[in-house]
Nanobody
């Protein structure tokens, strides 16, 4: 099982950019599909983006498609989320997650490990 630590959150103006990082420790990072989820105040946690173990396939929520890019560097045991053209509605705590199966990683029940989260605040 992997342990995940997010970084890179902060306060940014609408239209700005941030890059989140998720560093993994423990065994088997390169074998996991990875994902980002987010949770805004008073709302349920929601899927944002996912990437296969190889990085060859990605998936995005409709709300972020075209603005966010997920990537990974297995040599560095790190997954990234590049967020461009940020909007006030992107304000949330962002969580990194590891799952065994890419095709079902949107389902919380299939998440093997969660990070502690990093706050992203977008001012309008």
């Amino acid at each position: 099982q992997v342990q995940l630590v997010e970084s890179g959150g902060g306060l940014v103006q609408a239209g700005g950019s941030l890059r989140l990082s998720c560093a993994a420790s423990g065994r088997g990072f390169s074998g996991y599909a990875m994902a980002w989820f987010r949770q805004a105040p008073g709302k349920e946690r929601e899927f944002v983006a996912a990437i296969t173990w190889s990085g060859g396939n990605t998936d995005y929520a409709d709300a972020v498609k075209g603005r966010f890019t997920i990537s990974r560097d297995n040599a560095k045991n790190t997954v990234y989320l590049q967020m461009n053209n940020l909007k006030a509605e992107d304000t949330a705590v962002y969580y990194c997650a590891a799952g065994a199966v890419y095709d079902s990683i949107r389902d919380f029940n299939n998440i093997r490990s969660w990070g502690q989260g990093t706050q992203v605040t977008v001012s309008s």
